[in-house]
Nanobody, 119 residues
Framework: QVQLVESGGGLVQAGGSLRLSCAAS????????MDWFRQAPGKQREFVAG????????SYADSVKGRFTVSRDNAKGTAYLQMNSLRPEDTAVYYC????????????WGQGTQVTVSS
């Protein structure tokens, strides 16, 4: 079966960095766009960043532009989210999601990884 497994979350001080990974299995990874979302307590899940199937195009929420970088390694079946200059408001559970290229609906979600940024 298809699995998306996030890792790399943790506790970091404001201004620090973390790198999240999303390891995919059970699917042809290069057929899917990969997106990252986050959900803070009491808030709705929000889009953070996304990378297309080829790794040639990416997009970001305004709140993370210039601080976060999304990437992927199709040979490893893994997507990444490099997070720099972290702020307390970045604290959330981060999820990766797979969406078939050129389609809008998400097919698969990971279980999430907690990121906590202390001030």
């Amino acid at each position: 079966q298809v699995q998306l497994v996030e890792s790399g979350g943790g506790l970091v001080q404001a201004g620090g960095s973390l790198r999240l990974s999303c390891a995919a299995s059970g699917l042809t990874f290069s057929n899917y766009d990969m997106d990252w979302f986050r959900q803070a307590p009491g808030k709705q899940r929000e889009f953070v960043a996304g990378v297309n199937w080829a790794g040639s195009s990416s997009s970001y929420a305004d709140s993370v532009k210039g601080r976060f970088t999304v990437s992927r390694d199709n040979a490893k079946g893994t997507a990444y989210l490099q997070m720099n200059s972290l702020r307390p408001e970045d604290t959330a559970v981060y999820y990766c999601a797979a969406r078939r290229a050129f389609r809008s609906a998400y097919d698969y979600w990971g279980q999430g990884t907690q990121v906590t940024v202390s001030s």
